[in-house]
């Protein structure tokens, strides 16, 4: 049995770094909307697709490049059908659908055994956090920390970009 960590990713180091360089400030952006409006705005979605069409053009063959697409479209079809039922919400579903194009077909099932253990760690992180007093009282107004069932999963989706991409690019 192969160790994940031995786990040699479809995207190439160059795709991670200059992918990973490129979303950062994006991810970053989507994680603190939405632990602060319980939003992710549009305008990042829009960001984090743009960087797709304009960079990943450069670097890969042109073929991969357009069949990236089809990732997009079946993620933004799976989101969403999750958001009509309310399990995820449509910022989410718009956000995972940009975030789709930047996983190699060959690394979607790493992706989502990372999404997963992000998924645990950063709901975990959330709600302690959420409960320590000097943190409400430096955060006032976040909409995130009295949200009693929702949550800010541009969390999660940003860390899953951003860790996906730093293991690509250091492998």
């Known amino acids: 049995m192969e160790n994940i960590t031995s786990t040699i990713l479809s995207a190439t180091p160059l795709q991670g770094l200059v992918f990973g360089l490129l979303s950062l400030p994006i991810c970053l952006w989507v994680a603190y909307t939405d632990l602060t409006q319980m939003k992710i705005r549009n305008e990042a979605v829009l960001a984090l697709f743009v960087t797709f069409v304009v960079s990943g053009i450069f670097l890969m063959p042109f073929t991969e490049y357009l069949w990236r697409y089809l990732h997009l479209a079946v993620i933004l079809a799976v989101g969403f059908g999750l958001s009509t039922i309310r399990a995820l919400g449509a910022g989410d579903a718009k956000f ?67 860790t996906y991409l730093g293991l690509a690019a250091t492998q």
């Open 96 to 162: 995972a659908a940009a975030m789709a194009p930047f996983v190699a077909a060959g690394d979607i099932a790493e992706v989502m055994i990372l999404f997963a253990g992000l998924l645990v760690v950063t709901w975990v992180a959330h709600r302690l956090i959420r409960m320590i007093p000097a943190v409400r009282s430096a955060t006032p107004g976040w909409k995130s920390w009295s949200e009693p069932k929702d949550f800010p999963m541009g969390i999660t989706l940003a860390a899953t970009q951003l």
